[in-house]
C-alpha cells in the first residue's frame, strides 16, 4: 500500500534566495508558531566538497504528531524523529531534500522529496519546487486494517502541512528580499 | 524533546536542548554564509567551523546513542554513496 502526491510551486524569487529560505524554515522563530509541529532541528553532519560546490547536509527533525488515539495506544508516543539529507549543487543551481522518518517505521514509512530548481522560463528570478511525497504502510503492522483510513489521515496532515510550509517560505523570501534591497 | 537524552516526558514539547545557544550559533553562521557566499560560487573554503564544533561535540555528549544509530542508518539508505567518499568535514 503506497500512496504518493506530487505537488508543484512557483516562487516569483530567485533559487538563491529560496535555497536560502529553505534552510531558515524551521529555524525562525516566527515561524515555529505557524510551524508548531516542528519541535527540534539539529544538523548532525555536513560535508562541503570545495572542488565542485557541492554541499551534503544531515538534519534530524523533531516533530510533534498528534496522531489518532490508537496510534498513542500503539505507540506511546506522539512524537516523530525524521532525518533530512540535503544536497545542494551550487554549479547547477539545484537544491534536493529527502526526508524520511525514523519513529514509527515498523507501522509506516513517509518519505518527502523535495527539489528547488529555476524556473525554464524564467531561470534568474524565479524557482520551481517540486515536492513528493510518498506514504507506505507496512501491510502486516497491528494498524493495517485501519491502514487506509491512516494513510488518509497521514496524507491530510502532510498536504496541511505543505501548504503551511510553503507560506512561510513566500514570507521568508519576502523578508530577505526587502533586506538585500536595503544594503 | 529533541534528540537528546529523554529525562521525562513532560519536557517533550518544550526545547530543553543543552545544546540550544551552541546551535543557533551554528545555524545563524551558516544562513549568513550560505546566503552571503556560496550561493554567489564562493564555496572553496569551510566556514563556521569554530562553531560547528563546539555544536557537535554538544551534541555528541547529549545525544541519544541509540536514535542516533537509527538515524545513521536512515541516513545511508538516503544517500548509498554518501557513505563510500565521506571523509571528514571538520575536524
Redesign the interface.
Given at each position: 500500500m503506497v500512496k504518493a502526491y506530487r505537488q508543484e510551486h512557483v516562487y516569483k524569487h530567485p533559487?538563491?534566495?529560496v535555497?536560502?529560505a529553505s534552510?531558515?524554515k524551521f529555524?525562525d522563530p516566527e515561524n515555529k508558531r505557524i510551524l508548531s509541529h516542528i519541535?527540534?532541528v539539529?544538523?548532525?553532519?555536513?560535508?562541503?566538497?570545495?572542488e565542485t560546490?557541492k554541499?551534503?547536509t544531515?538534519r534530524?527533525l523533531?516533530i510533534?504528531a498528534p496522531g489518532p488515539w490508537f496510534l498513542h495506544r500503539i505507540i506511546g508516543?506522539?512524537?516523530c524523529?525524521c532525518?533530512e539529507?540535503t544536497v545542494?549543487d551550487?554549479k547547477s543551481r539545484s537544491m534536493q531534500l529527502?526526508t524520511?522518518n525514523?519513529s514509527l517505521k515498523k507501522f509506516i514509512e513517509v518519505e518527502e522529496r523535495i527539489r528547488y530548481d529555476p524556473h525554464p522560463e524564467n531561470p534568474s528570478a524565479w524557482t520551481v519546487c517540486s515536492q513528493e511525497t510518498s506514504i507506505r504502510i507496512k501491510p502486516l503492522s497491528a494498524l493495517a486494517s485501519m491502514a487506509e483510513k491512516v494513510e488518509q489521515k497521514c496524507a491530510e496532515k502532510f498536504m496541511q502541512n505543505s501548504v503551511k510550509g510553503r507560506e512561510v517560505m513566500e514570507r521568508i523570501c519576502k523578508y530577505?528580499e526587502a533586506e538585500s534591497a536595503r544594503i | 524533546m529533541g534528540l537528546l537524552k529523554k529525562k521525562d516526558s513532560t519536557s517533550a514539547r518544550s526545547s530543553t536542548s543543552p545544546c540550544a545557544d551552541l546551535r543557533n550559533a551554528y545555524h545563524n553562521c551558516f544562513n549568513k554564509w550560505y546566503s552571503e557566499k556560496f550561493v554567489k560560487g564562493q564555496w572553496d573554503k569551510e566556514e563556521c567551523v569554530a562553531e560547528w564544533k563546539k555544536y557537535r561535540d554538544c551534541l555528541s555528549e547529549n545525544l541519544d546513542g541509540k536514535l542516533l544509530t537509527r538515524i545513521l542508518e536512515v541516513d545511508g539508505e538516503l544517500n548509498p554513496t554518501k557513505q563510500a567518499d565521506s571523509k571528514e568535514s571538520s575536524s
Open positions: 533559487w538563491e534566495r535555497s536560502a534552510w531558515r529555524a519541535l527540534e539539529d544538523t548532525l553532519n555536513r560535508k562541503l566538497d570545495t560546490g554541499l551534503h544531515t534530524a523533531t510533534h508516543q506522539d512524537i524523529h532525518v539529507s545542494v551550487g529527502t524520511k525514523i530577505m | -
